[in-house]
């Protein structure tokens, strides 16, 4: 089979959704499909310095296109950054279609799907578009009043012509996928559920490797430091809470990194620490964690579950979540029994659920991170996903 990806990032970039296209291409290409993969060049998070460092094999073509891209979080640039890179593939795919059998795309809505499904059906092959984030809700859960309504109104017709003319659409979670068929009136049949995965293996061997004592006791976000990650509510809460010997490390990169060192030196009596977070990194970086934080934005895990709640699981600590209890993040997290779910964007909730989760006995906070590792290794492992997505793909040739 001849199939082509279509990532909206790649390696090196060190984001999910990036080593998720790598896995598959690798993946595809060791069982004999020659695969291609387009992409734009390496933007992500902002503030990384990156080098090349993707592991092409052989049967692996990956071509850079030259469109526009746009690092920073405002609405115009990711705009045009969709439509140029939307419009980049449209053309590649005129120019070379006789040669691909298949497309897989995991890209940037709503305009870069679109053209891409526009090329995919002109020349009648099949796609599989994997949607990671709902949008526009979720873009539009940012703004409000005129603006908000004006983004729904513009944009939902647009998604749903995009979802309705794929092949296949892959959801991250059952909430999503109910959502997509509810409102974008979709086929139940063609809309599928592929939790998004890690390198659990690296997780799980740091888990089992002898712990340190550390004279403080961590709490660690580690992720993109951007608008909707809420990292500045992070630090209200830890500068509010009574936590003698306590440090906060916030790990990553981001379009907001430099606001939330601001809103740090308000607290300067507390250990607050940035560092990065290289991918080949991560699961060491994160067993220096006692507890684990996801605090996001009101509405956005409504419409996403973030990549990092598999990592968190994966690395065997409680993990506290502000986000909404209807979402499918908090539903994870207490059916794990691995944590808390505290209101997102409410500093004295998450600064009392710091103090609790502080003062509770080393061998509970063990037995969460255990709960949440083990619901990882039954429902998010890279092996099963993998191998479910891979023949998702393959039964479109």
């Known amino acids: ?42 933007t992500r998070p902002l503030g990384y310095i990156f080098a090349d460092s993707a592991r092409i094999t052989g049967n692996i073509s990956k071509v850079v296109l030259n469109s526009y891209t746009c690092a920073e979080s405002k609405i115009f640039g990711r705009f045009r950054e969709s439509l ?42 099949p796609i599989v578009l994997h949607i990671q984030d709902l949008y526009p809700e979720s873009i539009a859960e940012k703004q409000r009043g005129l603006i908000k309504k004006l983004l729904l109104f513009l944009f939902i017709p647009l998604d749903k012509y995009i979802l309705k003319k794929c092949s296949k659409v892959i959801a991250i979670s059952f909430p999503m996928m ?65 936590l003698p010997k306590a440090k906060l490390i916030i790990a990553g990169e981001g379009s907001n990194k430099s606001d939330c060192i601001k809103v740090a030196h308000q607290y300067p009596g507390k250990i607050i620490e940035f560092i990065s977070a290289p991918l080949e990194k991560v699961h060491e970086i994160q067993q220096q964690a006692d507890v684990l934080l996801l605090p ?33 993040t908090a539903t994870c997290i207490l059916e794990a029994n691995c944590g808390f779910v505290v209101e997102p964007e409410n500093p004295s909730s998450l600064a009392m659920s710091m103090e609790t989760i502080y003062l509770t006995d080393k061998v509970i906070l063990a037995g969460y991170g255990k709960n949440g590792l083990d619901y990882a290794i039954n429902n998010l492992s890279k092996e099963k996903n993998l191998k479910r997505l891979q023949s998702l793909i393959t039964d479109e040739n």
């Open 1 to 42: 089979m001849k199939l082509l990806i279509v990532s909206a990032v790649f390696p090196p970039e060190p984001v999910v959704s990036s080593q998720l296209s790598f896995d598959i291409a690798e993946n595809m290409a060791e069982n004999g499909n020659a695969v291609t993969v387009i992409c734009p060049r390496p």
């Open 84 to 125: 140029s890179f939307g419009i980049h593939c449209f053309r590649f795919i005129r120019d070379n279609h006789k040669d691909f059998d298949v497309i897989y795309a995991n890209t940037w809505p709503l305009f870069a799907q679109y053209y891409l499904i526009k090329a995919a059906n002109k020349y009648g092959i």
């Open 178 to 242: 109910e959502y997509i068929v509810k409102t974008r009136k979709v086929e139940n049949s063609k809309v599928y559920v592929v939790r998004n995965w890690q390198n659990d293996s690296d997780f799980i061997n740091s888990f089992q490797k002898k712990r340190v004592d550390r004279a403080e006791f961590v709490f660690m976000y580690l992720g993109t430091i951007n608008p909707s990650a809420s990292v500045d509510t992070m630090i209200h809460a830890f500068g509010r809470a009574k």
């Open 296 to 328: 996001l934005k009101k509405g956005i895990a409504k419409t996403a579950t973030p990549s990092k709640l598999t990592a968190y699981m994966f690395s065997g600590k409680p993990i506290i979540a502000c986000v909404e209890e209807e979402s499918d």
